[in-house]
């Protein structure tokens, strides 16, 4: 997990939802196929209750990872949510 990953997490946990979606998109731009990065950025998302767009970034952190049972699980939630 990178700086700019930890800076989300720091971030989300202080409830500055939109700094750390920014946060877990530098994360992205740096390392693209950083399944924790898309997975908590889908996380942050939810938080928002924009479930399409964290729906599309857990799909990612999915499709880099099969066997991330964080985003496997996140992604049950969301389609609930939609639902």
Wanted: aromatic share 8%.
């Amino acid at each position: 997990m990178g700086a700019w990953s930890n800076r989300g997490v720091s971030l989300r946990r202080l409830k500055k939802y939109e700094e750390a979606i920014a946060a877990y998109d530098k994360a992205i731009e740096i390392e693209l196929n950083s399944s924790f990065a898309w997975n908590n950025r889908g996380g942050v998302l939810m938080e928002l209750e924009r479930y399409q767009d964290a729906l599309e970034s857990v799909e990612k952190a999915i499709q880099i990872d099969p066997n991330n049972a964080n985003a496997q699980r996140r992604y049950q939630t969301i389609l609930e949510k939609l639902n």
